[in-house]
């Protein structure tokens, strides 16, 4: 199973690009859910990740509400009242601003994670170590449905902040833009707080797939993208007021 590459100047050309890709160079691959996928590894290098147009509609399952509820959980928080009810294992924003630490009696230390990049990449630019995971291993080895995102890393490059993103499972058609435009606006959340612009954005996915049942559209917007009619989904972010 050969990887694929992706060099885009922007998010829409460059979630469109991987999608054409693994179609055309995955393979057919079993899964834990009863069903194929056409997958294969990816790495995704946006350019410039805040250049407009910025949104592909292809790319937003349930459209822009959908979109802005998914930044308001990963941005904000909206939903880690979820994980401390025990109705959801984790969110994103708590287990990057929430990280659950070290136990000490019946209290769990928690660690902001951004805090900590923050701190570090104030210090020091160049550092290797400004990074932000999610995996807990006591929680996550016992989970059905543990986190797909599993590491950011950050660094200031030439005066800019850039971000690479490390996913070991990644549904390309219906998550993976989505994702990528919420990372981003995370990217850019660390950047106002470093006072410094915002960089190329790395998108690494172990599993970069579609599912079965996902087969018929994707067929239907590969078709689109051979005869150019895919670039009518592209908008820009601004005039829809998200991000």
Not at 184 to 193: G, I, P
Request: charged letters at 25%; glycine letters at 6%.
């Amino acid at each position: 199973m050969k990887p694929i590459y992706v060099y885009a100047k922007t998010l829409p050309e460059a979630w469109e690009i991987s999608i054409y890709k693994l179609w055309k160079e995955g393979i057919t691959i079993d899964t834990e859910y009863g069903e194929n996928s056409r997958d294969c590894p990816a790495v995704i290098y946006v350019e410039d990740p805040f250049a407009e147009p910025r949104i592909h509609l292809k790319g937003l399952t349930g459209g822009f509400k959908s979109l802005r509820e998914y930044l308001s959980e990963v941005i904000d928080g909206v939903n880690d009242h979820l994980v401390e009810t025990g109705k959801v294992d984790y969110t994103y924003h708590e287990r990057i601003f929430k990280y659950p630490g070290l136990r000490f009696n019946a209290d769990m230390e928690r660690i902001n994670q951004i805090e900590y990049v923050v701190r570090k990449l104030s210090n020091a630019p160049y550092s290797r170590r400004a990074q932000a995971i999610t995996w807990v291993p006591h929680l996550d080895t016992r989970s059905e449905y543990p986190p797909c995102l599993q590491r950011l890393w950050f660094r200031i490059v030439n005066g800019k902040l850039v971000l690479h993103i490390h996913i070991r499972s990644n549904d390309a058609f219906k998550a993976a833009f989505m994702n990528m435009y919420a990372f981003t606006e995370l990217q850019r959340t660390v950047a106002k707080r470093l006072g410094v612009d915002t960089g190329y954005y790395l998108h690494v996915a172990d599993s970069y797939h579609i599912y079965e049942r996902d087969w018929k559209w994707a067929e239907k917007f590969i078709k689109q993208i051979e005869n150019g009619v895919s670039k009518r989904y592209y908008m820009r972010s601004d005039i829809l007021g998200i991000g």
